[in-house]
């Protein structure tokens, strides 16, 4: 009987008991996905979703600005043709600009004869050579790839170490520290052709490891971290209070020798900048070629931070004043979202990593928003805050619209105030 009934309803139209297309190809996505090892999901998910947010607004922006009179404006129609020599593709090229052509030219560099550039750290256009023969020659593409991997792995680390530092106590604290990381008001520059994605992805890798005490490899990582950028190398700092923390805070004779027994990776931190300086006495008999190089370019010379916050606070330049406002809110959401004594290290960082772009004096302000994205842990605390209800939305929904008032302003670089 029940095959005649199977029989019965097969011969029904319109009525097929076999499962469908749509339920297999359904089925063997969740099949994939949950082989996919936690939190690449997500990660890879936001990576790709924001890489297409982000494409789509640009080319409708850049588009649209074709359309004003005089657009480009004369001082960016070099710039715009280098952007059409990386690529035709404006969700391709919209991504270079200004000191992204330098680290091209950085990277395209002969090795065999004499190195006269030391503006710029060199980790990010090295780690373009040995890509570029794999893409064409392109080394401009190789230095997108190399910005995008560093953001992958970024977000890996900020999930990571956000549930930690979070306290596990909700799943969701890793999920909403990468969405915060990526709200922070110019957080779109972590996909462009520049150094931030690499510099933040080796700052959250060295924090991660010497919350997990493998203190080697924050040596390792920190080697290239002070590699990326001049800052990198005074991150050293906030990651010995980590240690110090891991032993209940003790400064005394007794602990000193098991602080230098786990600790002492982190000379590794300070080599890195070392070098880099020995590279500019070998390649130019200097060992100071790079900030001979800085005070000669851009006239950046060390300076008082807070002086020269004050001076654009009261400056007459409006866009400079709010460069540092946000620079001041940062720093404040930092102090009250970190005054717990076991975050103390993360505090430190964040004041580093504002106080320091600073020091480089007034011809810092252009720059100062993209200076800013390295300061991580004020995602962290902003998706602390955000588990209070009702607050994540409004958190959310406001620093998306600052950042894309913010993305609109850097692709047509009308004002200068990003770069």
């Not at 130019?284 to 790079?290: K, L, P, S, V």
């Not at 955000?386 to 607050?391: F, I, K, Q, T, V």
Request: charged share 15%; glycine share 8%.
């Amino acid at each position: 009987m029940a095959d005649e009934r199977r029989a019965g309803t097969a011969d029904l139209p319109g009525l097929d008991l076999r499962p469908s297309r749509r339920a297999r190809l359904t089925s063997a996505g969740r099949r994939l996905a949950a082989r996919v090892p936690a939190p690449w999901g997500f990660v890879l998910a936001v990576f790709v979703g924001s890489k297409v947010v982000f494409s789509l607004v640009g080319v409708l922006v850049l588009t649209a600005w074709d359309g004003v009179p005089g657009a480009p404006p004369a001082d960016e129609a070099m710039m715009r043709t280098q952007q059409d020599h990386v690529s035709s593709h404006r969700w391709v090229s919209l991504w270079f600009a200004w000191d992204s052509f330098l680290y091209d030219h950085l990277a395209r560099l002969p090795l065999d004869r004499p190195w006269r550039d030391f503006g710029f750290p060199l980790l990010y256009p090295f780690l373009a050579r040995p890509l570029a023969p794999l893409l064409g020659g392109h080394t401009a593409w190789a230095l997108l790839l190399v910005a995008n991997v560093a953001l992958l792995f970024q977000l890996w680390f900020a999930y990571r170490l956000g549930a930690r530092l979070l306290g596990d106590e909700d799943p969701g604290d890793g999920r909403r520290a990468v969405r915060y990381l990526l709200l922070l008001p110019t957080a779109f520059l972590f996909q462009a052709a520049l150094t931030e994605s690499l510099f933040v992805c080796l700052a959250l890798a060295a924090f991660w490891y010497a919350e997990q005490r493998r203190w080697l490899v924050v040596g390792i990582v920190g080697y290239f971290l002070a590699m990326s950028r001049s800052v990198g190398f005074v991150v050293v700092i906030p990651l010995a209070l980590v240690l110090l923390r891991q032993h209940g805070w003790r400064l005394n004779p007794r602990s000193l020798p098991r602080y230098v027994r786990e600790g002492w990776p982190l000379l590794l931190v300070p080599a890195g900048w070392l070098t880099f300086m020995a590279f500019c006495r070998w390649q130019g008999g200097d060992w100071f070629a790079y900030q001979h190089a800085q005070e000669k370019g851009w006239g950046i010379k060390v300076q008082n931070p807070l002086g020269v916050a004050g001076s654009a606070l009261v400056g007459d330049n409006s866009a400079d004043a709010l460069r540092v406002w946000i620079a001041v809110a940062m720093l404040a959401v930092a102090a009250v979202g970190l005054r717990r004594r076991a975050d103390w290290p993360y505090l430190v960082y964040t004041v580093i990593v504002v106080l320091v772009p600073l020091s480089m004096g007034p011809p810092v302000y252009k720059s100062l928003l993209r200076y800013l994205l390295a300061a991580f842990p004020v995602a962290l605390v902003l998706a602390r805050w955000a588990r209070r209800p009702g607050l994540d939305g409004w958190l959310t929904a406001g620093l998306a619209l600052l950042q894309g008032a913010l993305f609109a302003v850097w692709l047509t670089y009308w004002t200068h105030l990003i770069i």
